[in-house]
């Protein structure tokens, strides 16, 4: 079985932002935080313009990562590029460890 592949997804998002795509987002927080449960979504950025959002998604093929943003509640609204990566890092933001002294 092939291990999990990183891809980044490079969200465009509707300038300016309908009354639809707002009615949406909730969904779209909430469905974003169960695929981050899942381990599916790893991190989402939205730039500071709304224009543009990224995404790391953990998928084992590029047909399984499409699959993941299918699942996003704004799927029919935006458009979307999906690049494998070579590396990706990020600092561990999680709790502090616990020290038994």
């Given at each position: 079985?092939?291990?999990?592949?990183?891809?980044?997804?490079?969200l465009?998002?509707?300038?300016?932002?309908?009354?639809e795509f707002?009615?949406?987002i909730p969904?779209?927080?909430?469905?974003?935080?169960?695929?981050?449960?899942a381990g599916a979504v790893l991190s989402i950025s939205v730039a500071a313009d709304r224009s543009k959002a990224w995404t790391?998604?953990?998928?084992?093929?590029?047909?399984?990562?499409r699959e993941i943003i299918?699942?996003?509640?704004?799927?029919?609204m935006i458009r979307y590029t999906l690049r494998p990566l070579f590396v990706h890092e990020t600092v561990d933001m999680g709790l502090p460890k616990?020290?038994?002294n």
């Open positions: 079985m092939a291990s999990p592949q990183l891809y980044m997804a490079e465009d998002l509707p300038v300016p932002f309908t009354q707002i009615s949406l969904a779209q927080r909430l469905a974003i935080g169960k695929l981050m449960t790391i998604i953990s998928a084992k093929s590029e047909e399984q990562a299918s699942k996003f509640p704004i799927s029919n616990m020290s038994m």
